[in-house]
């Protein structure tokens, strides 16, 4: 009886994460760049943009809502006239006020950042505010709430020939707002004992060098992390640290992990491991693996969510109120997917 209990649960410590789309059917053709938070227990909010295309003028922000039966039918949470929306981020601010953050525009060298709130958990929604020039809200992945209440929102600029990240500071629940940076990219990857960056032969890659979408998160002794995802020419995630509260940040250097100028996240578990959801490869989107790190620096790559060809970019990582971790990713453009990781498969 005694190895029969050892070997179920051996089983279950080793079961598949549970995987499903967001929506099977949409109406729209096109979606990218989802964000999830847990609005109550077992239950959850994602949201992502979908239209023609990125970038079409049609382009708006669409969510669904997850109970324990399923995922709802999707429905439109923000809509901008004529002209594109992109990258909504979610999050409860320290005064439990749901945020839902977005960029609009034609491109994202152009876009504005937009916001509106709700106070009972996505069920309603106030008016849409669109933010002054130059604060632009958490760019892609979610805020870091420190333990005093202070917001961290990682944003980054993306011009002609340079990318930069910063970070949005708030102590009053964004009432008002601090910008601290800029945090740059290293330089090039040279040819050496990692081999040399794979950069493609396009004359956008060639121009454009550093570092855009941080994600932040705590360290011991009050440090705290972001992990950024980096230009072709750079070729890794890199990271940057603060001592401060973020206030000031290290020069930013490179991670062992590649990057191939695609979407990443982090998230800080409760038990101060970090996890790590990026594409596990120098090109493309394929790949999309998850890894696990014991202080924030040297990461276990554990699990592949998806190996075959294709796009699957864009993650956005949380872990629930019950210790699981929770990913949405872009789906070959087409779907929004959500993975449930369960605690005891991710790696001590």
Known sequence: MKTVLLLLAAAAASAEPKREFVCDTAPFPSCHASTIVQTSPGEFLAAWFGGTNEGHPDVAIWGARRTASDW?????????????????????????????????????????????SSRDQGGTWSAIEHLPAGLLGPIKNKPLV????????????????????????????????????????????????????????????????????????????????????????IGRICYSDSADGGRTWTPARPLGLPNPNSGIDAAGLRDGRVVLV???????????????????GEFNSFLALETEPGEFSYPAVIQSLDGNVHVTYTWNRKKIRHVEIPLADIPK
């Open 72 to 116: 709802s039918e999707p429905f439109e949470l923000a809509r901008e006239p004529k002209i594109a929306t992109y990258n909504p981020v979610l999050f409860f601010a320290p005064n439990k006020v749901l945020w839902l953050s977005y960029k609009f525009g034609p491109s994202p060298q152009t876009w504005t950042g937009a916001l509106r």
């Open 146 to 233: 420190l333990r005093d209440g202070t917001i961290l929102a990682g944003t980054s600029v993306e011009s002609y020939r340079s990318w930069a990240c910063w970070v949005e500071r708030s102590t009053d629940n964004g009432r008002t707002w601090t910008k601290h940076g800029p945090i740059v990219g290293p330089p090039p990857a040279k040819p050496g004992a990692d081999g040399p960056a794979q950069v493609p032969d396009s004359a956008a890659w060639r121009s454009t060098h550093g570092l855009i979408q941080p994600a932040i998160v705590p360290l011991t002794n009050h440090r705290l992390r972001m992990y950024v995802r980096a230009t072709a020419d």
């Open 278 to 296: 990026y594409n596990h490869t120098s090109r493309g989107r394929s790949p999309l693996n998850v890894a696990v790190s014991k202080d924030g």
